[in-house]
């Protein structure tokens, strides 16, 4: 069963303190403005690949996406974004799972 995320459920704090540490506050936050901006990008690819039936591109861009969320401490939405990178990849039992699961951005959403 899906649970609720809050917002403050989607950061992990003490890695965002490292990275703010590390890198200083105001590099900090164009590596946030850079990262919300490629989120964006990034959604709607993945919206598109999605309506298109490209599932490849869908999930590699659900890939990226995960791998970006994760190193600035949104591990929730990296596991949501894999979780839709998984649904997408085939396996020699069944070709076509995305067609019988969840739509993959839906799954991001609630996940």
Same mark, same amino acid.
């Given at each position: 069963m899906p649970? =609720?995320?809050t917002r403050n459920e989607l950061v992990d704090p003490s890695r965002l303190a490292k990275i703010r540490? !590390?890198?200083g506050e105001e590099r900090t936050n164009a590596?946030?403005?850079m990262f919300r901006n490629e989120l964006h990008r990034r959604l709607a690819a993945i919206t598109? #690949? !999605? #309506?298109a039936g490209a599932y490849r =591109?869908? #999930?590699r861009e659900a890939q990226a996406l995960a791998g970006d969320a994760r190193a600035i401490g949104l591990d929730t939405l990296a596991e949501r974004a894999l979780s839709a990178e998984r649904s997408v990849i085939p396996n020699p039992i069944d070709q076509n799972r995305c067609a019988q !699961?969840?739509?993959p951005m839906d799954m991001m959403r609630q996940g």
């Open positions: 649970r =609720d995320t540490e !590390s890198m590596l946030l403005v598109r #690949a !999605s #309506a =591109d869908l #999930a !699961s969840r739509r």
